[in-house]
């Protein structure tokens, strides 16, 4: 038994914030953002669009895609760093405004790498024939995280929500897949959350995103590189049998590191960062919706996704889609 991916689906908030716009905030341009990391505008999530929202409108539309019913879920999974409560879990308010009948539903937490977690587990829930269908919603609200006075971050990230079914099939889906984590690097990107204030302090604390970007792009070529060999001898594949990457949206100069690892031309590698930022966890199902939608992954091909994030936690896997 494999665990397929058979819909795909995704929302993007309505405002666009260009690098334009952006250097009316902070101290940057359109050139210098371009040039460091190829990102040119992000969505930005207005106070009605939030994580829950979001994810809710990518499951409608992956739920189109596999043509199947709320009802038939069997398991919700979502990955989040940004959910809208600390609790309950996102995935339970999501079961709930998709009137899904009972069924197991929570969080994964594990920033950037947070979607091909969540894939991870619901292929071992599919394989051990504990569910049929598995709804899987990366969803993230970057925008509220971020110190719009730090150009070093605040340029980088964006809003928004992806989605995918998978679902049991007899035929080849997710081949191979492998996660791993090194606390060590705690201190390089995290986002403290208001629990880190100090007992009875009465002022508020800022928690915004920190990262230490040069140590963090060290860390993500080496790792999602180890990872991309792991995976094809997991599969035993060679980099020529696959067709797409599908990364996670952090950086141009990452992509095109683990490209060079594949020996895969760029037009192969699915690149949504110039239009909608760093999504963290979404990036990925955001890219392969995208991919599929535009009619560029084709049925019965072989897509290599790869995350890196906060933990420091990466991963990925091969999938025939």
């Not at 080849?172 to 984590?181: E, Q, R, V």
């Amino acid at each position: 038994m494999f665990a397929k991916i058979t819909g795909t689906g995704s929302y993007l908030p309505e405002k666009i914030l260009t690098n334009d716009e952006l250097a009316q905030l902070v101290d940057t341009s359109d050139e210098w953002i371009m040039q460091r990391v190829g990102i040119k505008q992000r969505h930005l999530a207005g106070e009605n669009e939030t994580t829950t929202f979001m994810a809710h409108q990518a499951a409608l539309k992956a739920f189109e895609a596999a043509d199947i019913k709320p009802k038939e879920v069997d398991l919700i999974i979502v990955a989040t760093g940004t959910a809208d409560y600390l609790m309950p879990s996102t995935a339970s308010i999501l079961q709930q405004t998709l009137k899904i009948p009972n069924c197991p539903a929570f969080d994964i937490g594990a920033a950037c790498s947070g979607f091909v977690h969540a894939v991870d587990v619901a292929k071992q829930y599919i394989e051990n024939n504990s569910a049929k269908n598995v709804l899987v919603v990366a969803s993230e609200r970057m925008s509220r995280t971020l110190n719009w006075r730090d150009r070093s971050t605040c340029v980088l990230f964006g809003d928004g929500a992806g989605a995918v079914i998978l679902s049991a099939s007899d035929t080849p889906g997710i081949i191979s897949s492998a996660l791993y984590t090194n606390g060590e690097g705690l201190d390089i990107l995290n986002i403290k959350t208001p629990l880190a204030k100090k007992l009875y302090d009465t002022h508020t604390q800022d928690a915004f995103l920190t990262m230490e970007g040069n140590k963090v792009f060290k860390q993500a070529v080496s790792s999602l590189s180890q990872l991309v060999t792991d995976l094809l001898k997991n599969a035993k594949l060679t980099p020529k049998d696959i067709d797409w990457l599908v990364p996670h949206q952090a950086n141009y100069r990452i992509l095109d590191a683990i490209a060079k690892k594949l020996n895969m031309p760029l037009s192969k590698v699915v690149i949504t960062l110039k239009d909608h930022g760093n999504t963290s966890a979404a990036s990925i199902p955001l890219a392969l919706d995208y991919a599929i939608k535009n009619n560029m992954i084709k049925e019965g091909q072989t897509i290599l996704t790869e995350a890196f994030g906060a933990g420091l936690v990466w991963g990925g896997f091969i999938a025939v889609i």
